[in-house]
């Protein structure tokens, strides 16, 4: 699906509202440290693929004290927002953002040691070509870890899901676990892992609904006007409605370069 929708001003209110300053998807800091637990950060030089306003790269620099942070986005406003939210907490030095073009990363083979993604690769259709990707920049014994938005299956769209992305307008490139599991270990990854976090995102979904439809309905009809914010309460229903059925799931991915 065409992508129809930015991530301007009014989008991101909305989201940061719900899921955090710097954060575009949900869970926030609790989530990010669950995708990364257990892999050495450390003095490592990591990538962050759909970095956002920069949530994840500024907690990770700030909790794990990696020697370097590299954020990438399409989307020049975010990436603006990143780089003053890094200056801001006084970790530029670390940690940079760049916005780029669609297509391969555009740095060296072996440059990361760690690759990390918080639900953007969904936004990608080519699970092999980005799989690829990552596989060339990781250095040998690199990680790749990363939650994402999944497909049930491979199947054409339901109504209620192709409703669901028509509302989104973001440009998704769902694709089942299934297909990760063949792009990743086509690649060349070993160990590839994957843990389901629908259950979380379905619940978690379901009490945003209530928060944009009672607590936070004022302060963001007042940020970002009432017609914005029914097309956004419009999302969200239709949203947990492809969650309830499981055509539209969540999962952390693990994978290691040899």
Sequence with gaps: MAQTQEYDDKLVAVLEALWGDGYLSPGGNDETALVLQGVELHGQRVLDIGCGTGGCALFIAERFHPVEVVGLDVEPGVVATATANAVAAGVADVVSFTAVLPGPLPFDDGRFDVVFSKDSIVHIADKHALAREIFRVLAPGGVFAASDWMAGSDEPPSPAMQRYEELEGLGFGLASPDRYFAALRAAGF?????????????????????????????????????????????????LCAVLDTAELGAGHWRAHRP
């Design 190 to 238: 070993e160990r590839v892992e994957y843990v389901d976090r629908t259950p979380w995102l379905r619940d978690r979904t379901h009490h945003e609904l209530q928060q944009l439809d009672g607590p936070l309905r004022a302060v963001l009809e007042a940020a970002v006007g009432l017609e914005f914010l029914e097309h956004e309460v419009d999302v969200w229903r239709a």
